[in-house]
């Protein structure tokens, strides 16, 4: 019996955003080389099943790169004193 890795949809949500954020399926097929027909619907596929981990490592300047903004904002936030 074959059995599928279920993610969560929070997941699947963020995962639709950040497609959208690149600019649509199409867009982000030419960001990451994807020429052959397919490609934009293997994109597509993403916004229902989730952006496969082995391609957001394997591009970590398009997929990871939103880590690093995040951190930068929370390291730059003042430190504030409680009394």
Partial sequence: MR???TVPPTQIAS???LIEQLGGPAQLAKLLGFTKPGGVQRIQNWKVRGIPASVKLAHPHIFLSH???SKK???SKP???SA
Avoid: F, S
């Fill in 79 to 81: 430190v504030t004193e």
């Fill in 3 to 5: 059995t599928m890795n």
């Fill in 67 to 69: 880590l690093r903004l």
């Fill in 15 to 17: 995962d639709q955003a």
């Fill in 73 to 75: 904002r929370k390291a």
